[in-house]
């Protein structure tokens, strides 16, 4: 067998496991794998070797390494501005690295119980113009970078990798499954103009926004999908296993509610009081972040988000108008792939040691995808 005929890919989310292997020489030859949800995170020790050893029956290849998509309550978000003044001759890439790994530095002191994930140059400023993407040839007296860096805790970074370590296998990248979603999603969709992603999920919401090409924040706020359920549970005095079984088929012909003789004006206004607290808790991230003026496009995604769809957007009083937009297995793997080898001219990639056999600065970054 080639074992390298076939790119996997992880994503570890609190509810469920998605995995996927996609021939690299055929991308219609493509296998996908999901969990049921998940009661707790013991089950993750369980539930991976199986998913593993299933990928590789269907595609008859061993499985040695992996990208790995996570998210966390605990991620962060760090935006860093750095300058330098320069002599007017012509601007290198050596210079931008110079700044990039000075920013770096700083995160790497100060957030000590962080992994860096992503490094994201939001703008160059270049005697006192602005440019998205850094020029090819220009002469430069002062330059400013707008750096965001996307983090992860280095706990949840080390159990996954000790988890898969012990099925022998390697990661090579770690993303941010919101950004990478997010960022999928809105090529596919060729989103203009202001537009914030909300992908709700177990315990955390996040929120991803851009202005056209470019990405303006990533926030994370302590409160999901399970917030709903414990809601549910509490004011009705059920389980929180009845509670979750009742969320899920909220919209579908509410079968459990008849079993449960729950009224369905009650669980409308439970979910819908937590779903309108987290989209105005979400809001005012986005106003504290970017100072938005006006009405601009909100889309809600997520597992947390699935309970709820565009016939309900009548029913949620919310200032802002929002989409439901509905994921499926394919779209998240899909979105790990496209992540990892379409062109992003915007980031960072830092290199895995293992691959390091340049010279000083390309030790550390392949300067942009």
Do not use: W
């Amino acid at each position: 067998m080639n074992n390298k005929n076939f790119q996997t890919l992880f994503d570890c989310g609190s509810s469920k496991i998605r995995a996927s292997t996609l021939n690299t020489n055929n991308n219609n030859e493509v296998f996908y794998v999901e969990s049921e949800f998940l009661n707790n995170q013991s089950n993750l020790e369980l539930k991976i070797p199986k998913i593993i050893a299933s990928l590789e029956k269907e595609s008859n290849e061993y499985i040695d390494s992996i990208d790995l998509m996570l998210d966390s309550p605990k991620m962060i978000s760090i935006a860093i501005s750095i300058s330098k003044k320069f002599d007017g001759s012509e601007l290198k890439k050596t210079n931008v690295q110079f700044l990039i790994q000075d920013a770096k530095q700083q995160v790497l002191k100060n957030y000590t119980n962080h992994n860096i994930a992503h490094i994201i140059i939001n703008n160059y400023k270049i005697d006192d113009v602005d440019y998205l993407y850094l020029p090819d040839t220009i002469n430069c007296h002062f330059l400013s970078l707008d750096i965001i860096f996307i983090c992860l805790p280095t706990d949840l970074v080390l159990n996954f990798k000790n988890i898969f370590l012990r099925s022998n296998i390697a990661i090579n990248k770690i993303i941010c499954s919101s950004y990478a979603k997010s960022s999928h999603y809105k090529n596919n969709l060729n989103l203009v103009g202001h537009t914030s992603f909300i992908d709700v999920g177990l315990n955390k919401t996040s929120i991803i926004s851009y202005f056209d090409n470019k990405i303006l924040s990533l926030d994370i706020l302590p409160i999901g999908g399970h917030h709903i359920t414990k809601d549910i549970s509490k004011i009705l005095e059920i389980s929180l296993e009845k509670s979750e079984k009742i969320k899920i088929n909220f919209d579908q012909e509410h079968k459990s509610i008849k079993a449960e003789d729950i009224q369905e004006e009650t669980l409308e206004k439970i979910i819908f009081a937590r779903t309108e607290e987290i989209l105005e808790l979400c809001l005012k991230s986005l106003e504290a972040n970017l100072f938005v003026l006006g009405q601009f496009k909100m889309i809600l995604m997520g597992e947390g988000a699935k309970i709820l769809d565009n016939q309900h957007k009548d029913k949620i009083s919310f200032s802002n108008d929002i989409d439901f937009l509905e994921e499926t297995l394919e779209d998240i793997c899909q979105s790990g792939f496209k992540f990892g080898t379409e062109p992003n001219k915007q980031e960072v990639v830092v290199l895995p040691k293992k691959q390091i056999k340049q010279g000083f600065f390309e030790k550390l970054f392949h300067f942009f995808k």
